[in-house]
């Protein structure tokens, strides 16, 4: 009887060992619940707080009526500069530019008037091409009344009794230019007259480049005449006027 009294008591301690196993092993407030929500807690401590996204700015795309156009510089080639002939359509000009640039292009040369010999009256009056009467577009050019080309002979033979005008030249265009266009302002000016502007530059008929005007006064000598017709304001910006053409 002693054998199987101990063999129930072992019995017994088995099953109360497995129902205290089991009530462990679901209890929520256990060890293994506190470690995990020990993590759960420094996991959260760790992640930054939440935020809404920021709004991404927007651009509104360069358009105008001739369309919107790619800036991107593709393949640059060794010729950066291109000569155009002027229009007056504000398309042509874009898609023109726009090609250019897309090739590497930083540079636009205009194809405009030439500069032109003219003859003058006995008055100083600048003829037309054909020297038969005076041209009406450079017959508005003069100040003290005289002819802008009388008025500067005059004022060359002030510097030197021995100076003066042995041809005459004439040049057309849209653009205005600067007080940089000058060398000698004391024979070259800008002119304006009743609205219409003219820019009068003066150069030795030997084709010599002074270093400065002192030879104006210091002796006598032929002058060539550049009588320049011109626009009040520039009506095409960043671009130069050159070539060849009538004036």
């Known amino acids: 009887m002693r054998w199987l009294t101990a063999l129930l008591g072992v019995a017994i301690l088995a099953a109360v060992a497995a129902v205290v196993i089991v009530l462990r092993s679901g209890d929520p407030g256990g060890p293994a619940a506190d470690?995990?929500?020990?993590?759960?807690?420094?996991?959260?401590?760790?992640?930054?707080?939440s935020s809404s996204p920021s709004p991404t700015p927007t651009s509104t795309p360069f358009t105008d009526p001739c369309g919107t156009f790619d800036t991107a510089m593709r393949a640059p080639y060794a010729v950066t500069g291109y000569w155009l002939i002027p229009t007056a359509d504000h398309c042509t000009w874009r898609s023109q530019l726009a090609a250019i640039h897309g090739v590497g292009g930083d540079t636009v040369i205009r194809i405009g008037w030439g500069l032109q010999a003219r003859a003058t009256d006995e008055d100083g009056r600048i003829l037309d091409s054909g020297g038969e009467a005076a041209d009406p577009r450079y017959e508005r050019c003069r100040e003290d009344g005289l002819s802008c080309v009388a008025a500067a002979e005059r004022d060359l033979r002030a510097l030197n009794p021995g100076n003066r005008v042995s041809w005459t030249f004439v040049y057309r265009t849209d653009e205005a230019f600067g007080p940089k266009l000058f060398r000698c302002p004391e024979v070259?000016?800008?002119?304006?007259?009743?609205?219409?502007?003219?820019?009068?530059?003066?150069?030795?008929?030997?084709g010599s480049d002074d270093g400065d005007c002192t030879n104006l006064s210091a002796r006598g000598r032929g002058y060539h005449v550049i009588l320049v017709a011109a626009a009040r304001q520039t009506a095409s910006p960043n671009c130069s006027t050159w070539g060849t053409g009538s004036a």
């Open 188 to 206: 070259e000016k800008k002119i304006e007259v009743d609205g219409r502007v003219f820019y009068r530059i003066v150069a030795p008929e030997d």
């Open 35 to 49: 470690r995990s929500q020990a993590a759960s807690a420094t996991s959260s401590a760790a992640a930054p707080p």
